[in-house]
């Protein structure tokens, strides 16, 4: 189990989990009837863990993550202990993938960045973060645009 809920009943950090990882296995319907009513409160998403860039940044750990990186950055997010940022428009091309110029190169077991980012979501958590992620095309340049060439890259947040 990932993550567990503390003896007086669940908290919400958790809320996108299975059940499997100790988390409420509310499933996309749920999550999403759950969400729209936690919108509606500025601070809502925030307090239950269910907030950009976390929520997804947490889903992306859970599915994709190294067991480094889990106990490095999911679980503490999971208990809201340190937030996350995400980094993906460019001043030439907004939010659209297509028109990116960032890209990722990996050499040995590490990726080099190269490119400009213009905003970063909850950007203002970023000097309390312990971890960006970044959208960026692994595909060499020739083969742009190739949305199927993205991905996202965990950074830590000292670099």
Known sequence: MLWQAPAGGPRGGALF????????????????????????????????????????????LVAYGTEEQKKGWLEPMLNQEIWSVF??????????????????????DNWIINGERWFTSAGRAAGASEGHSTLASTAPIACRPAPAFYGCVLMEADL
């Open 87 to 108: 980094s993906m428009s460019e001043s030439q091309s907004g939010s659209d993938p297509n028109l990116f110029k960032t890209h990722a190169l990996r050499v040995g």
């Open 17 to 60: 989990l299975d059940k499997d990882l100790g988390g409420p296995g509310y499933g996309q319907l749920k999550l999403g009837l759950l969400n729209e009513v936690l919108g509606r409160y500025g601070s809502a998403p925030q307090i239950f863990g269910a907030g950009a860039p976390d929520a997804g940044n947490m889903e992306m």
